[in-house]
């Protein structure tokens, strides 16, 4: 795998649209290559790449680091996962990227027992909280308050959120979008 980092794989040359993007992807790869640490922390927050690249919406690292054998799990000082990290920074593209890989613990807890459900759901991140149920992440999981995601935000209710998740999980033609949060 490091091999295809390392120049053993033949790569189209980058166009102007990818230059940003493939300088930091070819940063990544050079660093690997040169033996950076994947696992390696940051001293204050105790963050690794795949955390900071979730941080920063950089979807390309993520990717990178990932197919390098990043940590998926890997916990900073606040339990946080780079999951927690993506939902924390609505990064779209690293969420996706992270719930679609088979190593990435959905119902991972940060130190107050929140899930990335449970952020998100607290974050009013809508199209987050639809694609962690329909990734079957904990719907039941509770905070240490004993919160559960459709009550961990003030002012946000979930409509009849249990009976839409057994819907979605027992009829297949059903599509996410019809779980919805409302503001009240």
């Known amino acids: 795998m490091l091999a295809s980092f390392c120049g053993g794989a033949l790569e189209p040359m980058p166009t102007e649209e990818d230059e940003a993007d493939d300088t930091s992807a070819s940063i990544i790869s050079?660093?690997?290559?040169q033996g950076a640490?994947?696992?390696?922390?940051?001293?204050?927050?105790?963050?690794?790449?795949?955390?900071l690249a979730a941080r920063y919406a950089r979807a390309d690292a993520a990717k990178r680091l990932l197919d390098a054998g990043a940590d998926t799990n890997a916990q900073d000082h606040?339990?946080?996962?780079?999951?927690?990290?993506?939902?924390t920074a609505d990064a779209q593209g690293v969420f996706q990227i992270l719930i679609r890989n088979r190593s990435t613990d959905l119902d991972a807890r940060m130190a107050d027992g929140s899930t990335a459900l449970i952020l998100a759901a607290r974050l009013a991140v809508e199209g987050m909280v639809e694609e962690l149920i329909a990734s079957h992440a904990d719907v039941n999981a509770v905070d240490e308050l004993g919160r559960l995601a459709e009550e961990?935000?003030?002012?946000?209710?979930?409509?009849t959120w249990a009976p839409r998740v057994m819907l979605v999980q027992t009829h297949t033609h059903v599509e996410t979008r019809s779980l919805k949060l409302m503001h009240t």
């Open 30 to 33: 050079d660093l690997i290559c």
């Open 78 to 87: 606040s339990g946080r996962t780079p999951l927690h990290t993506a939902v």
């Open 37 to 51: 640490q994947l696992g390696a922390r940051t001293d204050r927050t105790g963050e690794t790449a795949l955390h």
């Open 152 to 159: 961990s935000s003030p002012g946000w209710v979930s409509v």
